[in-house]
């Protein structure tokens, strides 16, 4: 069973706006990271936030975690055509060896 | 810093021949991986080392074997290629376990 899910699973907006991507997982974790995959590509760490933090930031991402309802989002501001990619949600979670990945949301930024 | 480099990053393969993907990374991690990405699928995990010369299974390792003889490197055999078989495979490495994890390019494989 899938630990992680991104919602929406996919997701098409115009430069300039925000795009706010969720994660929801079932088991309690310990972490919480985002990955950005461009197409063809490795996915590469955007970000990870501990199961003690609220929200964290970096650049244009900003990353908050609920762990009473068990959900993060990512809201990327202010996009543009180079943030089109598939994101994925990892989660560090209780009952699990490694990380376990969601199935992504794939962002189409269009100019 | 290279990171993490895979080879090949293509092949096509015959059903029943087998091949050996090579995973190899130069930031002295001692977590390795190695995920299949199928469309709708996300990524799986199909085998996992802690350290040279361990390996663990993960969430799909049936058909595939691995093996660890340096921290660098870590292989993943297919022995008998299946149509099944047919993916994209991402090596990663990683400090720790539950820490951020570095990937390779990936090697698009073909079976049929």
């Known amino acids: 069973s899938q630990q992680g899910e991104e919602d929406p699973q996919a997701l098409s907006i115009q430069e300039g706006e925000n795009a706010t991507m969720n994660c929801s997982y079932k088991t309690s974790i310990n972490n919480l990271q985002w990955y950005r995959q461009n197409s063809g590509r490795g996915l590469v760490h955007l970000i990870l936030i501990r199961s003690n933090e609220r929200e964290k930031h970096s650049g244009r991402l900003r990353v908050t975690l609920d762990t009473s309802k068990k959900s993060s989002s990512l809201l990327i501001t202010a996009s543009r055509a180079a943030d089109t990619a598939s994101y994925f949600c990892a989660t560090d979670a209780e009952g699990y060896s490694t990380l376990t990945f969601g199935k992504g949301t794939m962002l189409l930024v269009s100019p | 810093n290279a990171g993490v480099t895979q080879t090949p990053k293509f092949r096509v393969l015959k059903t029943g021949q087998s091949m050996t993907l090579l995973c190899a990374q130069d930031?002295?991690?001692?977590?390795m991986y190695w995920y299949r990405q199928d469309p709708g699928m996300g990524l799986r995990l199909i085998h996992y080392s802690v350290g040279e010369g361990t390996t663990a299974k993960g969430e799909v390792p049936d058909g595939y074997n691995v093996s660890r003889l340096k921290k660098q490197n870590f292989l993943l055999g297919l022995e008998s290629a299946a149509p099944s078989q047919t993916s994209v495979y991402f090596c990663?490495?990683?400090?720790?376990?539950?820490?951020?994890?570095?990937f390779g390019p990936g090697t698009r494989l073909t079976v049929t």
């Open positions: 930031m002295n991690h001692e977590y």
């Open positions: 990663a490495s990683s400090y720790w376990t539950s820490g951020e994890q570095y």
